[in-house]
């Protein structure tokens, strides 16, 4: 097989039980011109078997050891493929079947990153659509103080400005947020972002997903903000405008608390929010919610 146009790249650990589910949707694309790397941290369960059970030559298993660092298998994958486009596809997430070919689409018309809408699935029963951008939000002015608007597995990319980027950091200090460094490195060198208002994928949210550790995704944000703003001219950003960024932080930490039932806990980073920023009324209509315990 010559070099595909699109590679997917899949890290994953102990997730066969949800890995079967990810292949069966890269399979059903009505797109075929892809490869999938399957980069598994040598696994305990039964992810070989459920990768050798997909017949077809475009699926490949590799095993790496990542030491906990899941940018560092999404690297390996990137440095084993030549296609020109790459998509990331966590393990335990799920593609629509037009998902590439929309995505392509954009590629083709000019854009160098583009990101579709998502079903957020779970916990439980709960599903809610998440549309991400717009456009004007992909800016690094926007990204930086306004907070992440991208999710990987609805990403597909231009592999040489990934690798004009560094790829993605594998600071242990950025686990759960290295993509949302990766976001900013890209429109900081000029990557045209583009956005699908298209439900194209599933995010499932389980007890094992990392980003549902919402203490560590909440410090692995404010590493990747603290590392930027060291980046930029002294004295560049206001000392409220900072205030306002760190609350937001704490807002995000909050809502994630939240909603994993942990409405004790949330009630410490919203007074830090409300501190930092009392005028922010989503943040007043979020205190609401979790006085009455209840999840948004």
């Known amino acids: 097989m010559g070099n595909p146009l699109v590679s997917i790249i899949i890290p994953t650990y102990n997730h066969a039980h949800f890995l ?34 997909f017949a077809d030559p475009r699926v ?20 084993l493929t030549f296609a020109p486009y790459v998509a990331f596809l966590d393990s335990d997430d799920t593609w629509q079947p037009e998902k590439l070919a929309l995505s392509l689409e954009k590629l083709h018309a000019g854009f160098d990153l583009v990101c579709h809408a998502e079903t957020w699935v779970g916990p439980g029963k709960r599903r809610r659509e998440v549309m991400y951008g717009p456009r004007e ?39 759960t947020a290295e993509d949302y ?3 900013l490195k890209l429109v900081a060198q000029g ?9 194209l994928g ?17 410090q692995a944000v404010e590493s990747v903000v603290e590392h930027h703003l060291k980046q930029l001219p002294p004295g560049i950003v206001s000392a409220q405008r900072l205030a306002r960024r760190r609350g937001i932080i704490y807002y995000s930490g909050a809502r994630s608390l939240q909603a994993a ?3 004790s806990k949330a009630w410490v980073y919203y007074w830090k929010a409300l501190r930092l920023n009392p005028g922010r009324m989503q943040t007043w209509g979020a205190m609401l919610f979790n006085a009455l315990r209840l999840v948004r």
């Open 20 to 53: 079967g589910a990810a292949l069966d949707s890269v399979l059903k694309q009505t797109f075929a011109d892809w490869e999938a790397i399957v980069i598994d941290n040598f696994s305990d369960d039964d992810t070989v078997r459920v990768v050798e059970s």
């Open 60 to 79: 490949r298993l590799v095993q790496f050891a990542n030491q906990g660092v899941i940018a560092a298998s999404r690297n390996h994958g990137i440095a």
């Open 137 to 175: 939000r992909a800016s690094y002015e926007m990204l930086l103080f306004e907070g992440n608007c991208i999710s990987t597995s609805a990403v597909v990319v231009a592999r040489k400005l990934l690798e004009q980027a560094g790829c993605f950091s594998e600071n242990p200090a950025f686990n």
């Open 181 to 183: 460094d990766l976001w």
């Open 191 to 199: 990557a045209r972002v583009e956005f699908i208002t298209r439900v």
């Open 202 to 218: 599933d995010y499932l949210i389980h007890d094992t997903n990392q980003s549902k550790a919402p203490l560590r995704n909440m």
């Open 261 to 263: 039932g942990q409405f």
